[in-house]
């Protein structure tokens, strides 16, 4: 079922973001998570893990550009 898939992937990448102080606004975090695994979905992917790590990429590179637009 895609609802399991998705709450056990979501709960994954918000662990490791949680655990690693990388989260952030928490409803930022939950809404480009959940974007970025349903972007994925879409496109077939079904393995949780990978849902997880590259929805933790993307919001990596997300915060980064954030940073660093508010740095400049």
Known sequence: MLANLVADAFQIAWDYLEATDELGSPDIA????LDT???MIKCGERRRLMLANHAISAYQRFRAEQLTSLAS
């Open 37 to 39: 695994m349903e972007a």
């Open 30 to 33: 939950a809404n480009h998570l």
